[in-house]
């Protein structure tokens, strides 16, 4: 943008990063004092390195939106579960039963399995909204 460029040179004028010079001849010898002074760089200016930019995120699609939208219930059905588990493994004839005991501490372990899946599928679905 040529305005901004404009711009951008009168700062740094104001700023002291420019000399103005009304013909060449005041040019050249301003180059001349400042290469043989060494104040004058001739290195190009460097830009600061620009963060490569992230792809966008795939947005929601209406299987995803809808998955959303019942997450709340679908977890809230996943932890019903696994308390109702953890209430049968009290209950005598499984508690004194050593393979009723242990299928339905197996059941408990991947229904927790569950609900730790079903929030982490919520929060990337949030992360993607």
């Not at 060494?38 to 929601?60: I, S």
């Not at 730790?116 to 990337?124: D, G, K, M, Q």
Request: charged letters at 30%; hydrophobic letters at 35%.
């Amino acid at each position: 943008n040529p305005t901004r460029a404009r711009l951008e040179e009168a700062v740094a004028a104001l700023e002291g990063g420019h000399q103005f010079v009304s013909d060449y001849s005041q040019w050249e010898a301003l180059q001349a004092d400042n290469s043989s002074s060494g104040d004058y760089a001739a290195e190009p200016e460097t830009k600061p390195a620009l963060k490569p930019e992230e792809p966008p995120k795939p947005r929601l699609n209406a299987a995803e939106r809808k998955e959303l939208t019942n997450m709340e219930t679908t977890i809230h059905a996943a932890e019903e579960e696994v308390t109702r588990l953890e209430a049968r493994m009290l209950l005598p004839e499984v508690a004194t039963n050593p393979l009723a005991l242990a299928e339905c501490w197996e059941q408990v372990g991947a229904a927790k399995e569950r609900v730790a899946e079903l929030y982490s599928r919520w929060e990337e679905l949030e992360g993607r909204r």
